[in-house]
């Protein structure tokens, strides 16, 4: 069975940084490009930025372009989401997802995690 694992979210105050990673279960998916998703209460899952399967191109969603930062680490199967200078409005459920390709389509995506929360208070 493919997993990808969620971690590192957790309550922080508005201004501060969290750290996500994503571990997956099998090396083959140091071949994948890999993203991050999120989804707010009330609200449809949104994209929120994607990798390469070599690291060598990224995307951001212009919410979080110059705060966060997407990176990999294939040698551990594992994917980063650096959180920098958080906002409440980042409150939400962050995924992450394995695909052929760096997308901002969830329907390029073929793997998904079950998804850590994030709470930014204000």
């Known amino acids: 069975q493919v997993q990808l694992v969620e971690s590192g979210g957790g309550l922080v105050q508005a201004g501060g940084s969290l750290r996500l990673s994503c571990a997956a279960s099998r090396r083959a998916f140091s071949s994948y490009a890999r993203g991050w998703f999120r989804q707010a209460p009330g609200k449809e899952r949104e994209f929120v930025a994607a990798i390469s399967w070599s690291g060598g191109s990224t995307v951001y969603a212009d919410s979080v372009k110059g705060r966060f930062t997407i990176s990999r680490d294939n040698a551990k199967v594992t994917v980063y989401l650096q959180m920098n200078s958080l906002k409440p409005e980042d409150t939400a459920v962050y995924y992450c997802?394995?695909?052929?390709?760096?997308?901002?389509?969830?329907?390029?995506?073929?793997?998904w995690g079950q998804g850590t929360q994030v709470t930014v208070s204000s």
């Open positions: 997802a394995a695909g052929t390709r760096e997308s901002k389509w969830e329907d390029d995506y073929d793997y």
